[in-house]
């Protein structure tokens, strides 16, 4: 297990990455735009541990090449060495995967790069910005935060979304994607101001595109002065 994956699978080993066969358990359509498959973890969470937003980089073959995607685990169980993964269903080979996915298909997950720390002190409210590729990690957030209050910026269509981000109290800010992120951003920077005001402890949690993740970041630490221990950004995913 691990080879053929090219250059990226190279340098994941050499930083310490760690191999796992993980087996479809089950499949069932969240909503029409969602996918969730429960796994096996082959050993995953027993080796690698739990926390909150924690991700895995799964290998696909993709014309004959290596090619990895990372998703965020939905509800491990280390006891029963399960968790579930949830696909936003659009053209692409991890979702072509995740439609025809069956009971016993296997497939190859790596760990490494994950990691979260929980902010302290808790804030006195959370603001999410992301996507349906970040959706799994933001629930996943809202859930290990609990009763802090959240206004969750999503671009996309956030009609019926499962988990904590569809359900009140948070507050749900949908935005169109328009001109590659930059609409986003644009209501982002005019609303979130007022959102902040007031809030002693705020905690800002970034996950879209690599490039619109940046701007974000940068605008939340240099322009709103947000302290960088108070702010995550991660780029889930790279715009064409």
Known sequence: MGQGRGWEGTVLRLLGGKDF????????????????????????????GVHPTMWVRLWFADAGRPHQRAYTLVDPDPAAGTFGLEFALHEG??????????PGDTVEATVQGTGFRH???????LVAIGDPASLPAV????????????????????????????????????????????HLVERVRAELPAALAGTPDPYVWIA???????TLAGYVRRE???????????GYWRAD
């Open 21 to 48: 066969r993980c087996t479809v358990l089950d499949a069932e359509d969240v909503t029409p735009r969602y996918r969730r498959l429960r796994l096996s973890d082959g050993g995953l969470l027993a080796a690698a």
């Open 93 to 102: 080979r991890a979702s072509d995967w995740a439609r025809a996915a069956r």
């Open 119 to 125: 902010p302290d002190p808790t804030p006195s409210h």
């Open 139 to 182: 629930n996943s957030l809202l859930a290990a935060l609990g009763p802090v209050p959240a206004t969750v910026w999503f671009e996309g269509d956030p009609a019926g979304l499962p988990g904590p981000a569809g359900r009140a109290p948070h507050e749900i800010r949908p935005v169109p994607r328009r001109d590659g992120g930059a």
């Open 208 to 214: 879209c595109d690599t490039a619109t993740t940046r």
């Open 224 to 234: 709103l002065g947000v302290p960088k221990q108070r702010v995550h950004a991660l």
